[in-house]
């Protein structure tokens, strides 16, 4: 597993990412840097250059709040600040760690994704 941390603005959120093909695909793209939207109220969400490698992954998954995923079928990035039912199509990455206060902000904002030291 990889720790990351998640930064919003001045505030760091530790993260972990998962021992999967997916997840060290993620991995490989760090430091990132990109605007999160909100997404019905349960999800930020934000547009990533490439999918992932899903390899082995199962087809569907049921996300938890602070569960950093990829929602294949459209490649974006979402971090989950609700619980949601299983969702066919959606890639666990990993889990933010503490608090998910940070990403309570409405309108867009930048995040940088980055390996913690």
Same mark, same amino acid.
């Given at each position: 597993?990889?720790?990351?941390?998640? =930064?919003?603005?001045?505030?760091?959120?530790?993260?972990? /990412? !998962? +021992? *999967?093909? #997916?997840? &060290?695909?993620? $991995?490989?793209?760090?430091?990132?840097?990109?605007?999160?939207?909100?997404?019905?109220? =349960?999800?930020?969400?934000?547009?990533?250059?490439?999918? /992932? !490698? +899903? *390899?082995? #992954?199962? &087809?569907?998954? $049921?996300?938890?709040?602070?569960?950093?995923?990829?929602?294949?079928?459209?490649?974006?990035?979402?971090?989950?600040?609700?619980?949601?039912?299983?969702?066919?199509?959606?890639?666990?990455?990993?889990?933010?760690?503490?608090?998910?206060?940070?990403?309570?902000?409405?309108?867009?904002?930048?995040?940088?994704?980055?390996?913690?030291?």
């Amino acid at each position: 597993m990889t720790r990351i941390n998640v =930064i919003v603005g001045d505030e760091v959120m530790p993260a972990t /990412l !998962d +021992d *999967t093909p #997916a997840a &060290r695909d993620f $991995e490989s793209m760090l430091p990132i840097d990109l605007t999160l939207s909100d997404y019905h109220g =349960i999800e930020k969400v934000a547009n990533l250059d490439r999918k /992932l !490698d +899903d *390899t082995g #992954a199962p &087809r569907a998954y $049921e996300p938890e709040p602070g569960d950093i995923t990829q929602y294949r079928p459209w490649g974006n990035l979402a971090i989950f600040y609700k619980p949601f039912q299983s969702s066919a199509g959606l890639l666990r990455l990993g889990e933010i760690d503490g608090s998910l206060e940070p990403l309570m902000r409405a309108g867009d904002f930048s995040v940088r994704i980055e390996l913690a030291d």
